[in-house]
């Protein structure tokens, strides 16, 4: 699931500026009045632990699309334990569309993510359950769907829906078994019974 697309450019933007950055505050930098020099200062910030910090701060905040494109990319080619531990809280983003590249930019980040799915998929509120869910059907790991076999488990109507799509997307017939014994716990939910017999047609199980 590639996550760099075709740059886009926000209609007020000066020229791009050099790739340069003194030795100013990163989260300046970064806060400057135009798109073309918010770009310019995630190239330049990206390579260096504080200004790596610093580009996950900004996606929280940052009103461009183009910029935010670009600081998920620089993240995702500076993938580490520590970039992958700042976008996780974006998990619990009200915004939708910051929820959804916090999630495409870790799925790029398997190994990195892996040491926090356990505690994703036991944390206290069901939408962080629900999203983790949704990260693991586009995340390359071995693990992953095994991690879906425990999120099928929640009591949650809606962590085991993610679940279900996400192994309609990874599972395997050995999973079959276990998406066929959902229905049961949620008699009379037409939806679940409709997705999971969709999933174990999609991955072959019958």
Do not use: Y
């Not at 531990?85 to 398997?110: K, Q, T, V």
């Not at 990874?170 to 066929?180: K, N, V």
């Amino acid at each position: 699931m590639p996550l760099i697309k075709a740059r886009s450019h926000d209609a007020d933007d000066d020229p791009v500026a050099p790739d340069t950055a003194g030795p100013a505050d990163a989260d300046t930098l970064l806060a400057a009045a135009t798109a073309s020099e918010r770009r310019a200062a995630v190239h330049a910030l990206e390579d260096s632990v504080d200004g790596q910090a610093a580009l996950c701060r900004r996606l929280a905040i940052e009103p461009s699309a183009s910029v935010r494109e670009a600081i998920l990319a620089a993240l995702i080619r500076q993938r580490s334990p520590a970039i992958a531990a700042a976008l996780l809280p974006l998990l619990r983003a009200e915004e939708a569309p910051l929820r959804n590249a916090a999630i495409e930019a870790l799925a790029e980040m398997p190994d990195e993510v892996a040491p926090h799915v356990e505690a994703l998929l036991a944390d206290p509120d069901s939408d962080v359950r629900i999203f983790a869910g949704n990260m693991l059907g586009v995340l390359p790991h071995p693990r992953a769907a095994g991690w879906l076999l425990t999120a099928l488990a929640d009591e949650h109507v809606n962590v085991c829906a993610a679940a279900i799509d996400g192994l309609a997307e990874i599972g395997d017939p050995a999973t079959a078994a276990a998406l066929e014994a959902v229905p049961a716990r949620f008699p009379g939910n037409s939806f679940i019974d409709f997705a999971v017999r969709v999933a174990v047609r999609r991955i072959g199980g019958c």
